[in-house]
């Protein structure tokens, strides 16, 4: 009930744009805990002078390592959403090249070197991720009539497309020589390899060179002086502001956004166990619901300022609603709903709402909306039973012919002592006539239990 409250609030709000937050000065987004690093360190004066002044273009790169992105990437797509809100340019990048190359930032080993066509399938997938994100978010989560104003289009580059055809000797002697070795060797990504036992390849160290250059080539290209990235990115950023003072004598700036972790302190990524990803396939748009549904208190607020657009007020608001009645998860039920907004659209956000409803409320309703394969993906290892429908059949009759129970008297005893449910209600009487509509839900199915944890799904023939 409280989340059909709140979904019609947000919606609601949605409606009025009250969600609509945006800052044209980013570096505003501080008070969301937004940026971890801005550097150089002078720069605050010249970055508000020039977010203020008109659209300026804003990148961040993401690499094909996966065929997915996932929910700490996500963070990064959220700066990039806000400069679109606040009217500046964003560009994101797909390391088709840098993929082939291996980023060692963060990491203690070298990674697998990727196949051309791994990395070409993982492209495509990133890429009409990031898209369908941006999507999303015009549709659910922007208000343009509210806001009077028009987003600007999301830029997908892929590096490849500037290097495929670069003569290495020449890279190597007009560009090389503006990198310098101290600078390269003291970033952090490399010195964490170095000490280590395994050491680093010469592939892995030219990364930053490779960054360094993508960002040259898209502030010639399309004047983008700002790069944002994880913290972890902190190295290659800085390489590139080198480099481009070096080149084009032009102040670039770059913006770090914190690590997402959870409460033991693990990274939001692929490898920290359960990764939660954006693409459906690898995880469902319930599934992504309820993880954000279930953080912890002490996570909550923090999710609320970087994954959503709800403003501070509001959140401080929602956030004291919340500590009185912390059962019913208020705080985090929305910021579930915003995320799978964003990640999934309406229709996953329903779909999410739908299975919660089914799994948790015992909604005959909502388990009705479901189709066959839906409540077989939710009730994985429900026995499923073919049955031809029969007029006057009784709950008994149903039960034995289910295959529930391995006799009669059984059965009688188990559903009469209140351990046999049908579509998730609990039901004793066992001549009770089985009925469309009560028993039989919209989808034509009826999902069956014995005891807590025994799923049968009937498909009803006629
Ligand atoms: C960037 C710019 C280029 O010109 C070329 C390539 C790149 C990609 C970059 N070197 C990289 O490897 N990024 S990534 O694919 O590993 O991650 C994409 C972004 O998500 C990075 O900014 C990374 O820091 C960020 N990220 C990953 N996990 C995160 C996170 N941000 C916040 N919290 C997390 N848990």
Same mark, same amino acid.
């Given at each position: 009930?409280?989340?059909?409250?709140?979904?019609?609030?947000?919606?609601?709000?949605?409606?009025?744009?009250?969600?609509?937050?945006?800052?044209?000065?980013?570096?505003? *987004?501080?008070?969301?805990?937004?940026?971890?690093?801005?550097?150089?360190? /002078?720069?605050?004066?010249?970055?508000?002078?020039?977010?203020?002044?008109?659209?300026?273009?804003?990148?961040?790169?993401?690499?094909?390592?996966?065929?997915?992105?996932?929910?700490?990437?996500?963070?990064?797509?959220?700066?990039?959403?806000?400069?679109?809100?606040?009217?500046?340019?964003?560009?994101?990048?797909?390391?088709?090249?840098?993929?082939?190359?291996?980023?060692?930032?963060?990491?203690?080993?070298?990674?697998?070197?990727?196949?051309?066509?791994?990395?070409?399938?993982?492209?495509?997938?990133?890429?009409?991720?990031?898209?369908?994100?941006?999507?999303?978010?015009?549709?659910?989560?922007?208000?343009?009539?509210?806001?009077?104003?028009?987003?600007?289009?999301?830029?997908?580059?892929?590096?490849?497309?500037?290097?495929?055809?670069?003569?290495?000797?020449?890279?190597?002697?007009?560009?090389?020589?503006?990198?310098?070795?101290?600078?390269?060797?003291?970033?952090?990504?490399?010195?964490?390899?170095?000490?280590?036992?395994?050491?680093?390849?010469?592939?892995?160290?030219?990364?930053?060179?490779?960054?360094?250059?993508?960002?040259?080539?898209?502030?010639?290209?399309?004047?983008?002086?700002?790069?944002?990235?994880?913290?972890?990115?902190?190295?290659?950023?800085?390489?590139?502001?080198?480099?481009?003072?070096?080149?084009?004598?032009?102040?670039?700036?770059?913006?770090?956004?914190?690590?997402?972790?959870?409460?033991?302190?693990?990274?939001?990524?692929?490898?920290?166990?359960?990764?939660?990803?954006?693409?459906?396939?690898?995880?469902?748009?319930?599934?992504?619901?309820?993880?954000?549904?279930?953080?912890?208190?002490?996570?909550?607020?923090?999710?609320?300022?970087?994954? /959503?657009?709800?403003?501070?007020?509001?959140?401080?608001?929602?956030?004291?609603?919340?500590?009185?009645?912390?059962?019913?998860?208020?705080?985090?039920?929305?910021?579930?709903?915003?995320? /799978?907004?964003?990640?999934?659209?309406?229709?996953?956000?329903?779909?999410?709402?739908?299975?919660?409803?089914?799994?948790?409320?015992?909604?005959?309703?909502?388990?009705?909306?479901?189709?066959?394969?839906?409540?077989?993906?939710?009730?994985?290892?429900?026995?499923?039973?073919?049955?031809?429908?029969?007029?006057?059949?009784?709950?008994?009759? *149903?039960?034995?012919?289910?295959?529930?129970?391995?006799?009669?008297?059984?059965?009688?005893?188990?559903?009469?002592?209140?351990?046999?449910?049908?579509?998730?209600?609990?039901?004793?009487?066992?001549?009770?006539?089985? /009925?469309?509509?009560?028993?039989?839900?919209?989808?034509?199915?009826?999902?069956?239990?014995?005891?807590?944890?025994?799923?049968?799904?009937?498909?009803?023939?006629?």
């Amino acid at each position: 009930m409280i989340r059909r409250q709140t979904m019609l609030l947000a919606q609601f709000q949605r409606a009025l744009g009250k969600r609509n937050i945006s800052y044209k000065n980013l570096l505003a *987004l501080k008070g969301r805990g937004f940026f971890q690093d801005i550097f150089p360190d /002078t720069a605050n004066d010249q970055m508000k002078a020039l977010f203020t002044s008109g659209p300026q273009t804003i990148y961040a790169g993401f690499d094909p390592t996966a065929d997915s992105l996932h929910v700490g990437n996500l963070l990064v797509i959220m700066g990039l959403l806000h400069c679109q809100r606040a009217g500046h340019n964003p560009i994101a990048l797909v390391g088709g090249a840098t993929g082939l190359i291996g980023d060692p930032s963060g990491r203690k080993t070298e990674r697998n070197q990727m196949g051309e066509m791994e990395i070409e399938t993982n492209l495509k997938s990133i890429k009409s991720q990031l898209e369908r994100v941006f999507k999303n978010h015009q549709e659910c989560l922007w208000n343009e009539s509210k806001n009077k104003k028009h987003l600007p289009d999301l830029r997908v580059v892929n590096n490849a497309d500037w290097y495929v055809n670069m003569n290495l000797v020449d890279f190597i002697a007009n560009m090389g020589r503006h990198f310098r070795m101290g600078s390269m060797l003291s970033r952090s990504s490399v010195q964490t390899r170095l000490e280590a036992e395994s050491g680093m390849s010469f592939t892995e160290f030219t990364y930053q060179i490779f960054q360094a250059y993508d960002w040259l080539h898209l502030c010639r290209t399309y004047d983008c002086r700002f790069q944002m990235g994880g913290s972890d990115q902190m190295g290659n950023l800085m390489t590139g502001h080198e480099l481009i003072s070096r080149v084009i004598k032009k102040t670039v700036y770059g913006m770090t956004l914190p690590l997402v972790t959870n409460e033991e302190g693990d990274k939001f990524g692929k490898s920290a166990g359960n990764a939660i990803w954006l693409d459906e396939e690898k995880t469902s748009a319930f599934a992504l619901y309820q993880f954000f549904v279930r953080m912890p208190d002490s996570e909550v607020e923090k999710l609320l300022h970087l994954f /959503t657009f709800i403003p501070l007020p509001e959140v401080e608001q929602l956030m004291r609603e919340h500590r009185r009645e912390p059962e019913k998860r208020k705080a985090q039920t929305i910021l579930a709903e915003d995320v /799978t907004l964003l990640v999934h659209g309406e229709k996953g956000l329903k779909q999410a709402e739908l299975i919660t409803d089914a799994l948790y409320k015992g909604s005959v309703d909502a388990l009705g909306e479901l189709n066959y394969e839906e409540v077989k993906s939710i009730f994985a290892g429900a026995k499923v039973v073919d049955i031809l429908a029969e007029p006057g059949m009784s709950m008994l009759q *149903l039960a034995m012919k289910a295959q529930c129970f391995i006799t009669e008297s059984d059965a009688t005893r188990i559903i009469t002592a209140g351990g046999f449910y049908v579509n998730q209600k609990r039901v004793q009487n066992i001549a009770e006539i089985i /009925t469309a509509g009560i028993h039989v839900l919209k989808n034509g199915l009826s999902l069956l239990r014995v005891g807590k944890r025994n799923f049968y799904i009937v498909r009803w023939l006629k």
